[in-house]
Nanobody, 128 residues
Framework: EAQLVQSGGGLVQAGGSLRLSCVVS????????MGWFRQAPGKEREGITA????????YYDDSVKGRFSISTDVGKNTVYLQMNALTPEDTAVYYCKAVQVVIQGGSWSLRPHGFSTWGQGTPVTVSS
């Protein structure tokens, strides 16, 4: 079965950095678009970034653009999320998932792909 195992979360001060990892088994990260979602307390889960290795397309939500960076290492079959300049508003549980990127009317959104399970979730807490 496909499995996504996350690591790298934790507690960090505002302005600090963290890198999340998502190690994938059961399928290749270069064969699907891969995305990161986050869910803050009391809020819905939202897609914040995605990467499609097939054509090199990368997508960022405005809330993280310029601060977060998504990447893949095909040899390690791993997806990373580098998070810089963190703020308390970034506090959430972060999830990796294979996704479909839906583009319509000049905007984009992420649709969870049934091809994979969700990662188990990694809590990130940013203190002020």
């Amino acid at each position: 079965e496909a499995q996504l195992v996350q690591s790298g979360g934790g507690l960090v001060q505002a302005g600090g950095s963290l890198r999340l990892s998502c190690v994938v088994s059961g399928f290749s990260v270069d064969g699907e678009c891969m995305g990161w979602f986050r869910q803050a307390p009391g809020k819905e889960r939202e897609g914040i970034t995605a990467i499609c290795a097939s054509d090199g397309s990368i997508y960022y939500d405005d809330s993280v653009k310029g601060r977060f960076s998504i990447s893949t290492d095909v040899g390690k079959n791993t997806v990373y999320l580098q998070m810089n300049a963190l703020t308390p508003e970034d506090t959430a549980v972060y999830y990796c998932k294979a996704v479909q990127v839906v583009i319509q009317g000049g905007s984009w959104s992420l649709r969870p792909h049934g091809f994979s399970t969700w990662g188990q979730g990694t809590p990130v807490t940013v203190s002020s």
